[in-house]
């Protein structure tokens, strides 16, 4: 089956830039989604199609995709941002959702 | 404005059935493109799909758990159901149901509403 795989967890101080990756293959296939997720609370996407941002995501969220590896980029972050970030994809061949191993963002 | 919400049991029983509803608004599942799935998250774990139904009724389930899923519709309600046979303490999870946005590429893409999920433990 499908994999995604995600650094555990990423560190960053206030108002420097977080990068959050999302490895699997044939990634240039396949668009792949991030959504944040806050303690108690659902999932929330924050980046579609490697990089479309939905309206009222800040600007500071950015995304792209190449080769075998999504990022997901947090600028001027913020003491709101931390939280649980994951990637996913909808892998065409199966039809089946694959969702990433989850990253957990920690502003210092 | 789109919702979804999810209700069903909190506590099941191991080797039970559970059975869990997912009521909507803002659109209508009748509407081709429309899509609706279940995804649940042990506590401090990843999200893991579990299953999909489609506006034809076209559904699919996840490999792993195929043959204990179940998922219907009912379109004149705005519901989905999901049912999962032979519960164990593993399945412990928030469960939550999700529309996939109707996007551009006429394939299933991303999660573009969720509902609040619904805590499901399973204990004797």
């Known amino acids: 089956s499908y994999v995604l795989t995600q650094p555990p967890s990423v560190s960053v101080a206030p108002g420097k830039t977080a990068r959050i990756t999302c490895g699997g293959n044939?990634?240039?296939?396949?668009?792949v989604h991030w959504y944040q997720q806050k303690p108690g609370q659902a999932p929330v996407v924050v980046i579609y199609y490697d990089s479309d941002r939905p309206s009222g995501i800040p600007e500071r969220f950015s995304g792209s995709n190449s080769g075998n590896t999504a990022t997901l980029a947090i600028s001027r972050v913020e003491a709101g941002d931390e939280a649980d970030y994951f990637c996913?994809?909808?892998?065409?061949?199966?039809?089946?959702?694959?969702f990433g191993t989850g990253t957990k963002v920690t502003v210092l | 404005q789109v919702t979804l919400k999810e209700s069903g049991p909190a506590l099941v029983k191991p080797t039970q059935t559970l059975t869990l509803t997912c009521t909507f608004s803002?659109?209508?599942?009748?509407?081709?493109?429309?899509?609706v799935s279940w995804i649940r998250q042990p506590p401090e774990k990843a999200l893991e799909w579990l299953a999909r139904i489609d506006w034809d009724d076209n559904k699919v389930y996840r490999t792993s758990l195929n043959t204990r899923l179940t998922v219907s519709k009912d379109t004149s309600k705005n519901q989905v159901v999901l049912t999962m046979t032979n519960m164990d303490h593993v399945d412990s999870a928030t469960y939550y149901c999700?529309?996939?946005?109707?996007?551009?590429?006429?394939?299933?893409?991303?999660?573009?509403?969720w509902g609040q999920g619904t805590l499901v433990t399973v204990s004797s």
């Open positions: 044939n990634f240039g296939s396949k668009s």
């Open positions: 996913q994809v909808w892998d065409r061949h199966s039809d089946h959702c694959v």
């Open positions: 803002g659109f209508s599942l009748s509407t081709s493109g429309m899509r």
């Open positions: 999700a529309r996939i946005s109707p996007g551009i590429s006429g394939w299933p893409d991303y999660f573009d509403y």
